[in-house]
């Protein structure tokens, strides 16, 4: 089974600032990795697939990039409506499994 | 627009089985593009993946699950349908139905999840 982790587990951050959260991968996984954002009380809803090609209707400042086993979300210029738990994903092997979460709280 | 419904018990008994359904609207579950997901979020904890069913009844179960586990799809009612049995406290959590895309296996449309208590 791959194991994800990610960094870091928590973060506070200004609006308008810039958020880096890395995910990495216990083997490489080419670029087989889809980000998602899960605000309190909703569910997950995808932001980024195969490490950085944009989804449709997601904000341009989410973006995405990375491969093998080191893997990058950034959020341009951070809005409050981001305050959110951010988690990776990877879908090279089964079973599929996800990254243990960064939650982003605004200051 | 595809939606799903997570529906079924929110309450189950220790050693007793959990039964969940997921409606499908807006599409059909047949679709050779899509496969079927159930995902488990404990309280304050991350995601879980419990399994899969592709359009055709093939499944992928987890395997630290599969003993336990059965998905299944129901044609006529356009509903997917989650079994977990022998069920502890572990299991507690929310469950999500989730649409996969064959392509890339992420998860591009969720269910708002339905609460399970083991208790």
């Known amino acids: 089974e791959i194991v994800l982790t990610q960094s870091p587990d928590f973060q506070s951050v200004t609006p308008n600032e810039k958020v880096t959260i890395t995910c990495r991968a216990s083997q490489s996984i080419g670029t087989s990795l889809h980000w998602y954002q899960q605000k309190p009380d909703q569910s997950p809803k995808l932001l980024i697939k195969?490490?950085?090609q944009s989804i449709s209707g997601v904000p341009t400042r989410f973006s995405g990039s990375g491969s093998g086993t080191d893997f990058t979300l950034t959020i341009n210029s951070l809005e409050a409506e981001d305050a959110a738990t951010y988690y990776c994903?990877?879908?090279?092997?089964?079973?599929?499994?996800f990254g243990p979460g960064t939650k982003v709280d605004i200051k | 627009q595809l939606q799903l419904q997570e529906s079924g018990s929110g309450l189950v008994k220790p050693s007793q089985t959990l039964s969940l359904t997921c409606a499908v609207s807006g599409g059909s579950i047949s679709s050779g593009f899509y496969s079927w997901n159930w995902i488990r979020q404990p309280p304050g904890k991350g995601l879980e993946s419990i399994g899969y069913i592709n359009h055709s009844g093939s499944t992928y179960y987890n395997p630290s699950l599969k003993s336990r586990v059965t998905i299944s799809l129901d044609r006529s009612k356009n509903q997917v349908s989650l079994r977990l049995s022998s069920v502890t406290a572990a299991d507690t959590a929310v469950y999500y139905c989730?649409?996969?895309?064959?392509?890339?296996?992420?998860?591009?449309?969720w269910g708002q999840g339905t609460m399970v208590t083991v208790s």
């Open positions: 994903q990877q879908s090279s092997s089964l079973p599929l499994t």
């Open positions: 989730a649409r996969g895309r064959t392509l890339d296996l992420a998860f591009d449309i």
């Open positions: 195969y490490a950085s």
